[in-house]
């Protein structure tokens, strides 16, 4: 294997946490940056344009990682045969190439109730350990609101997040989130201008008393230029949004807001085509990456520092396979790598209306939401077993634009899925139905947790990650609640019918590995129970950091701002502190 | 090397223009004489009729507006199939196949064109000859295959995809729903219809861009 020259930072994945450590190190110090990128180069704007088809970009998923490379395998218990996801559908969409998942996300960009931050100590302070679900495996991130708050504020700024404030610095606005902890700054862009659906829901939520506010959202509402210089148009709400590139660059991603403050800089260089198989370690010190290039070629990458940053749950992977931390038993309850595997609950609804929504326009965070539900469920929710929920919102992004828009019909309606009654339906209600959703709280487990799989190998021959999880009786009796909550707004919006999406309380175990999969390599303040402290920094190996959604330790909504703004914290400690003395900073 | 076939379909069946109005009446404005020589990348001739055949009972002409046969969705599927999709280059196909639960989605070995290629014969040698309620019968016995279910799939795909790709002739699935295609703005727009149709007329992807854009079927052999 040939050994490559040796570089200060080598940073695996070309995603947000990878491209915030690389924008931030490059940028603050003379330290040689290294991103190897799985997938390929940032394709440029002029072809997302070209990308705008359904069949191919949303359908196919061609600019999405290849499943006959590398996929996950899941199962709902340690009895199961784990399957493969074997195709886009079940595995929603998994990001490669430079920008990873934040090219094409749906930029909705709520930040975490202060609560969330130290979740386990505040439900048993609040409800007494008793009361919560048993194998509950919840924990705190270990740090508060004061100190993440100001990287909140920074992601923001970095993306030109969109909204209205409900709670600036301990005022309670009306207009925005009055339920959001406090903000030290407004948001950097006004709302965007909704459509009729989210109008809609916002009228029928205010009548019910709920206070209705626009959706955060990183797709820029208008011409911003942001704190590094980097200039954006406004969103043309072209519908082909989440699922998509920009292309015009209104959505933040790190090809528009991070790349090109680095692709001038000597000490940056970005490798694509790079799949990363090893971080290569000695007595307890990283000392590079092993990858295979585009020709096939193993090539080993010294470097002083390594960071992961690869897809979520790869991030685990990539530990596991290297062999560094003690893999989690879910029997024992020994190990912290691959423990706190968790998705979201999902709940949501499709409502139908007599009016066409035009809902061909949209943005991937153009949605209007409550956040009575977005955190504690209060007396009401813990009476029925239901202790944390999700903001609801009602939501159109545009896309899917057409084909995976059509045969939206009300349930019973018709009794077959084609022919000419169908046909009539479809096209009845083609255009008169809308959707909302609630990506909500989902606790940790001890049974749910990540592993390598013995069956299944990648394209490599290494093996695939397994995830094992089930919903508990928690998670349906979370999902009923929301769902109760929601089809309450959607009557009073008038919704001729109503019809809920299978959630966890309808549906099997969550199978699916999506963008909305956290954990595996949890953060945490204490050593015991984490595998990265609160910096991000690998407790047993002060040299190598591990970024991403895979640092919490449950799940929640959308939480690429909250991923970002840890990246940025991560970099701080890096930059001011590890720097100047290496070794452990916690 | 094997044969190229042909499939013959008469032009005013395949996308004669259409104009689709507010009130969801379909009207043929005018039609093309004659008829159109489509070159096969997959099918044969005969599986061909087969597949224009079930997918207008599928997706049928009738009061409402045009079904599969105009929209040329039978040519959509069979340059998916005989493209990369069909192939299952980007599927995981490593062994062991184990069936499992819906939510893992399908498990198992065969690529769309032996499903396609095996699901055909399933609807009988005189498939085509049948009446369209016998045709029914025959597609509702195989309901609940992957087979059925890819076409099923497939077909509103060819109904409603960019026409690059084959399907939706002359736009006739996008006209009858009213969809504009991929349009770069709509800000000026936005909050200006609420409820109400905003119906411009629809455009292709090349037509909106200006230039031709390649399909994946296109640019990469399966």
């Known amino acids: 294997m040939k050994t490559l020259a040796p570089v200060d930072v080598v940073i695996v994945g070309g995603g947000w946490g990878g491209m915030v450590m690389a924008k931030e190190i490059a940028s603050r110090t003379p330290l040689s940056v290294l991103v190897l990128e799985r997938g390929g180069p940032f394709r440029g704007v002029g072809s997302y344009g070209k990308e705008m088809d359904e069949v191919d970009t949303y359908i196919r998923k061609r600019w999405a990682e290849n499943p006959a490379n590398e996929t996950f395998t899941t199962r709902a218990t340690r009895e199961d045969h784990a399957n493969p996801l074997r195709q886009y559908g079940e595995l929603p969409w998994v ?57 909140y504020t920074r992601a923001e700024e970095m993306m030109g997040t969109s909204g209205k404030a409900g709670n600036l610095k301990g005022r309670k ?27 809609l829901f916002a009228k029928a939520a205010k009548e019910l008393g709920y206070h209705p506010f626009p959706m955060p959202s990183s797709t820029l509402s208008q011409s911003y230029v942001n704190p590094d210089g980097i200039g954006r148009v406004g969103c043309q709400y072209c519908g082909h949004c989440s699922g998509f590139g920009c292309m015009v660059g209104a959505k933040a991603s790190p090809n528009f807001t991070l790349l090109p403050l680095l692709e001038s800089r000597k000490n940056f260089t970005a490798r694509t085509h790079c799949q990363v198989r090893r971080i290569v370690h000695r007595d307890g010190k990283a000392v590079g990456v092993t990858y295979v290039d585009d020709s096939g070629r193993e090539l080993m990458q010294p470097a002083e520092t390594v960071v992961l940053a690869a897809w979520v749950f790869n991030n685990a992977r990539l530990l596991m396979l290297s062999g560094i931390g003690e893999q989690y038993d879910p029997l024992t309850g020994k190990g912290t790598l691959g423990r706190n595997a968790t998705y979201s609950v999902h709940v949501g609804l499709d409502f139908f209306l007599d009016k066409p929504q035009n809902d061909f326009m949209g943005s991937g965070g153009l949605a209007m939401g409550i956040g009575e539900f977005g955190g504690d469920l209060g007396d009401e929710g813990a009476a029925r077993g239901a202790f944390q929920g999700g903001l609801i919102f ?57 592993d390598l799989d013995p069956t299944y190998t990648d394209k490599w021959g290494d093996p695939l990650l397994r995830v094992t999880m089930e919903w508990t009786d928690a998670e349906r009796k979370q999902a009923a609640f929301m769902l109760e909550k929601q089809v309450g707004i959607a009557k009073a919006m008038g919704a001729l019918a109503i019809d809920p999406h299978p959630s966890a ?66 970099a701080d400690a890096f930059v001011e502190r590890y720097v100047k003395q290496p070794g452990p900073l916690a | 090397m094997k044969r190229r076939e042909f499939i ?29 020589k489509v070159p096969l990348r997959f099918f044969t001739r005969r599986e061909a009729q087969v597949i224009v055949a079930a997918c207008e009972r599928i997706f049928p002409a009738d009061d409402s507006g045009p079904g599969a046969t105009q929209a040329g969705a039978m040519v959509y599927i069979d340059r998916q199939l005989a493209g990369p999709y069909g192939s299952d280059k980007y599927r995981y196909t490593k062994p062991p196949f184990v069936e499992s639960l819906p939510a893992h989605g399908y498990q198992g070995k065969e690529n769309p064109r032996e499903t396609y290629r095996a699901g055909i014969p399933q609807l009988g040698a005189d498939f085509v000859a049948l009446d369209g ?28 995809c960019d026409p690059m790709h084959g399907g939706n002739a002359g736009l006739i699935g996008w006209q009858m729903l009213g969809y504009p295609g991929p349009q770069m703005s709509y800000r000026a727009q936005m909050g200006q219809y609420n409820g109400v149709p905003y119906r411009p007329k629809p455009q292709s992807l090349g037509q909106i861009l200006g230039y031709p854009v390649k399909p994946w079927e296109d640019e990469e052999k399966g």
């Open chain 1, 95 to 151: 990001g490669t190439g430079m920008g990873g998942s934040g090219d094409h996300w749906g930029a909705t960009s709520p930040r975490l109730m202060p609560e969330a931050l130290r979740l386990a100590s505040h439900l048993r302070e609040r409800w007494g350990a008793s009361r919560l679900p048993p194998d509950i495996a919840i924990q705190d991130l270990g740090v508060t609101w004061e100190e993440i708050e100001p990287y």
């Open chain 1, 173 to 199: 606005i009306e207009g925005g989130n009055i339920f959001e902890g406090p903000r030290s700054r407004e948001y950097p862009n006004p709302p965007h201008a909704m459509p009729y659906a989210p109008l």
């Open chain 1, 394 to 450: 009602a939501y159109q992004q545009g896309d899917p634009p057409v084909i995976t828009a059509f045969g939206k019909i009300p349930k019973g309606e018709v009794q077959q899925n084609w022919g000419s009654q169908w046909k009539k339906a479809a096209l009845k209600w083609n255009d008169r139905y809308g959707t909302f959703l609630n990506t909500g709280n989902h606790f940790a487990y001890r049974q749910n947790y990540l």
């Open chain 1, 505 to 570: 309380a309808t549906g099997g175990p969550p199978l699916q590995v999506d963008q909305h999969s956290h954990g595996g390599v949890i953060m945490g303040a204490s050593r015991e129970t984490s595998v990265v402290n609160t910096y991000l920094q690998h407790w047993r190996m002060p040299n190598l950091w591990v970024v991403g959604g895979s640092a919490l330790p449950q799940g929640n909504e959308h939480l690429t701002l909250t991923v970002v703004a840890l990246a940025y914290r991560a």
């Open chain 2, 8 to 36: 013959e379909l008469s032009a005013n069946s395949l996308g004669g223009l259409l104009i689709y109005s507010l009130a969801g009446e379909p009207i043929v404005v005018s039609a093309q004489q004659g008829k159109v």
């Open chain 2, 133 to 160: 309620a016998r045709q029914d019968e025959r597609l509702r016995a195989i309901e609940k295959t992957h087979f059925f279910q890819l076409l099923r799939q497939h077909t509103i795909e060819g109904m409603f």
